[in-house]
């Protein structure tokens, strides 16, 4: 896979292509894109995706906050490993936001030469969305390619969709958003010095400095599995403002204890994967209550891993 920012650096001779946000390649993605890569295969042609980032509902809405499943790299990664053969994440701004469709599909379409273009059946692109499928059809016409939409996909009754994924972190669901991504939620970070505060109480954790532009975990403690360099180990971790020491945090801290590991990781980068949710976070009177029910945390998540 090739993952480009810069529509100029692409030249192909023909290309099946697919457009939308993927953010968190979640089940529903996972549909599209495998029947995509499987068509455009057995054509001897290449799989294109065209994402976009930032996310264009921010930017149209002149804002910033934690917000993505999957920062541009990881998600080129994913779709990667599901078989594409070209990403191209598209730098969306304001002046993007108000192309004609018609200039976007005639650029996309120079560099591209798809074939086939896959769209969602709610999907619309440039200004005043007037780029549907219906109208991206006509322009088919024009520019040679047929249009493939793509019905909704849904799961238990649920319609699949990024930011339904988004609520189920926020809300601390986290088992039903693996169902939904198809995978545990992970994030990664480097590991930073803290206050050491943890060793302290006989439990030494590792701080994350993670992408503020991540999604929102609900403050608790978790369940996880902790790879750093090269080496994968269950983790309880906490993702909170710690009340009980009364700190005045600005954001929720990202802080996970390695089971059965010693030794400084300051500088590494760690990938935590979130596998259950143990409890919420709590304020404790004593020092020693919060030590005695982080014990009781580690003995839970070593059966919940073990499992």
Same mark, same amino acid.
């Given at each position: 896979m090739q993952h480009f920012s810069d529509l100029q650096n692409i030249s192909l001779e023909g290309s099946l292509v697919t457009i939308g946000s993927f953010d968190g390649v979640h089940i529903g993605h996972m549909q599209i894109i495998r029947a995509l890569v499987n068509q455009a295969h057995q054509a +001897? !042609? /290449?799989? #294109?995706? #065209? &994402?976009?980032h930032p996310h264009p509902q921010l930017v149209l809405k002149d @804002? $910033?906050?934690p917000y993505y499943l999957t920062m541009p790299e990881k998600r080129a990664q994913l779709l990667g490993e599901l078989g594409i053969d070209f990403v191209l994440t598209y730098p969306f701004t304001a002046e993007t936001s108000q192309m004609n469709p018609e200039d976007f599909i005639s650029r996309l379409h120079k560099h591209l030469k798809f074939s086939e273009l896959w769209v969602g059946y709610d999907f619309a692109l440039g200004k005043d969305?007037?780029?549907t499928p219906s109208y991206l059809s006509d322009l088919g016409q024009v520019y040679m390619y047929k249009i493939h939409e793509i019905p909704a996909y849904s799961h238990e009754g649920e319609l699949v $969709? $990024? $930011?339904l994924i988004r609520n189920k972190i926020r &809300?601390?669901?986290i088992r039903k958003a693996a169902q939904l991504l198809g995978r545990p939620f992970e994030i990664g970070g480097e590991v930073i010095e803290g206050e050491n505060r943890g060793k302290s109480l006989g439990f030494a954790t590792s701080n994350l400095d993670v992408d /503020? @532009?991540?999604v929102d975990i609900k403050p608790g403690v978790y369940a996880c599995r902790a790879t750093i360099c090269g080496k994968t180990y269950s983790a309880v971790t906490n993702v909170g403002y710690r009340p009980t020491f009364g700190e005045d945090l600005e954001a929720p801290r990202i802080e996970a204890h390695l089971l059965d590991f010693s030794g400084n990781l300051y500088g590494d980068w760690m990938d935590l994967v979130f596998i259950d949710r143990l409890r919420d976070e709590m304020k404790f009177s004593q020092v020693n +209550? !919060?030590?005695e029910q982080i014990g009781s945390d580690v003995e839970r998540a070593r059966e919940i891993l073990a499992g």
């Open positions: +001897d !042609l /290449p799989a #294109v995706v #065209v &994402t976009f @804002e $910033s906050r969305r007037r780029g $969709s $990024s $930011s &809300t601390g669901q /503020p @532009e991540i +209550d !919060l030590v």
